[in-house]
């Protein structure tokens, strides 16, 4: 045998091995297949009031986005696994963010708890103090106050096609695997909404 036809046999060969010994529970996303079980429950939910919403054929691992905390301190989407999320980008300047934030608001507060979180970031890049105060004047009381002023996470989305503007959401399992995608604002407190989030809770 030739030695090239040999390394090709062996190529060929580790290709079959991997095929048929790799995990049989992870999906071709790189996420478990509960993830693609879940965005399959989720997909006829989207409608109504949540017919915005983008349900991934093929859900992949989330974006290892990082942002702070109101304290200053450092967190990542990592830090959220084992429960879901529903993470919305937004900021001061966006109409549609101001629209829509009061039902994320009661979202949370009706939702949110150890299996879920609304976890809204704050994009502003200068004025800072400006935040604090728009959550003020809309009445915001349940969302937990994450930013990111170096506008990073809204470019890292950006460049994957989910933020061509703002708010942007994405759902995200308890996996760490992003479900399904929302480009402008929805009606979070709506019925079709609550079913969908309960959805993603459950998976």
């Known amino acids: 045998m030739a030695p090239a036809v040999g390394v090709v046999l062996g190529i060929a060969a580790l290709a079959f091995l991997y095929a048929t010994l790799k995990?049989?529970?992870?999906?071709?996303?790189?996420?478990?297949?509960?993830?693609?079980?879940?965005?399959?429950?989720?997909?006829?939910?989207?409608?109504?009031?949540?017919?915005?919403?983008a349900v991934a054929s093929d859900p992949r691992a989330a974006m290892p986005l990082a942002f702070?905390?109101?304290?200053?301190?450092?967190?990542?989407?990592?830090?959220?696994?084992?429960?879901?999320?529903?993470?919305?980008?937004?900021?001061?300047w966006c109409v549609p963010c101001r629209a829509e934030m009061p039902a994320l608001d009661r979202l949370q507060a009706e939702k949110g708890g150890k299996d879920f979180e609304v976890v809204a970031v704050n994009v502003d890049t200068a004025r800072l103090e400006r935040r604090g105060a728009f959550l003020d004047g809309i009445g915001v009381k349940a969302l937990a106050r994450y930013a990111d002023p170096s506008g990073d996470a809204f470019e890292t989305l950006r460049?994957?096609?989910?933020?061509?503007?703002?708010?942007?959401?994405?759902?995200?399992?308890?996996?760490?695997?992003?479900?399904?995608?929302?480009a402008g604002a929805l009606k979070?407190?709506?019925?079709?909404?609550?079913?969908?989030?309960g959805a993603l809770k459950g998976g």
């Open 159 to 182: 460049k994957d096609g989910k933020a061509l503007g703002l708010p942007v959401s994405l759902l995200i399992d308890k996996d760490g695997c992003e479900v399904a995608a929302v």
């Open 188 to 197: 979070w407190d709506s019925a079709d909404a609550a079913a969908l989030i």
């Open 23 to 53: 995990p049989p529970d992870k999906a071709a996303g790189n996420c478990p297949a509960a993830s693609g079980a879940l965005a399959a429950r989720l997909a006829p939910l989207a409608r109504g009031d949540a017919a915005a919403v």
């Open 68 to 92: 702070e905390r109101a304290d200053g301190s450092k967190t990542t989407l990592a830090d959220f696994r084992g429960r879901a999320v529903l993470l919305n980008v937004w900021a001061t």
